[in-house]
């Protein structure tokens, strides 16, 4: 992972799956997470405006920037998802296109499996480097990203079709509503 000496800040961002941070530098985006565990019994408020909750006349300009890149992000993704695959991708700090195996696997993932597709673990190691036995350093690619929805980890799955665990099995349900809000069935996977 690309390592940061900037100043980071985390910004709170309303969103139709709850409030995310959004952490940033003066180089770009640096995570995306919930503010707190997201319950099973979740409803996507899909009637959400998105924004910035602390977002102030104080922030420095290359920050605000970053951060409304990433809100104008979410807000395709979340209200026209069809047209996120051609949104302005936010600028990001913290993986590099040339950086280490996770970093690599996001890029490939990201360029190579649009909305309403998904790849096998497997898949996705030889798309990146070749080597479908490397579908375990894909799954912990996948587990250490920091940027999930804007690096689509939601889209990877099990070679048999089944989803795999989202979060470490913890918001396999997010994961499940993720794929359906891009139009696949989560239950017809295969």
């Known amino acids: ?26 180089k770009g985006l640096h995570s995306l997470e919930h503010t707190t565990n997201v319950a099973e019994t979740f409803t996507p408020d899909m ?31 979340f209200f026209d998802v069809k047209s996120s695959s051609s949104a302005c991708f936010p600028s990001v700090c913290t993986i590099s296109e040339t950086g280490l195996f996770r970093e690599k696997v996001l890029w490939t993932l990201t360029r190579n499996v649009g909305v309403g597709e998904v790849i ?7 798309l990146t480097c070749g080597r479908p036995g490397a579908a375990r350093a894909v799954g912990t690619a996948m587990a250490t990203n920091p940027i999930p929805i804007l690096f689509p980890c939601h889209r990877v799955i099990r070679s048999d079709g089944s989803m795999g665990q989202y979060a470490g099995g913890c918001k396999n349900f997010l994961k499940a509503w ?3 809000h891009e139009g696949l069935n989560p239950d017809k996977l295969c």
Request: hydrophobic share 35%; charged share 25%.
């Open 120 to 126: 096998s673990y497997g898949d996705l190691a030889k």
């Open 47 to 77: 009637s959400c405006k998105i924004c910035c909750l602390d977002l102030t006349d104080s922030t420095t300009p290359d920050l605000k920037k970053h951060v409304l890149d990433g809100i104008e992000w979410l807000k395709v993704y």
């Open 1 to 26: 992972m690309v390592h940061c000496k900037e100043v980071t800040l985390k910004f709170t961002i309303m969103s139709p799956i709850g409030d995310l941070y959004l952490t940033v530098c003066r």
């Open 178 to 180: 993720l794929l359906e």
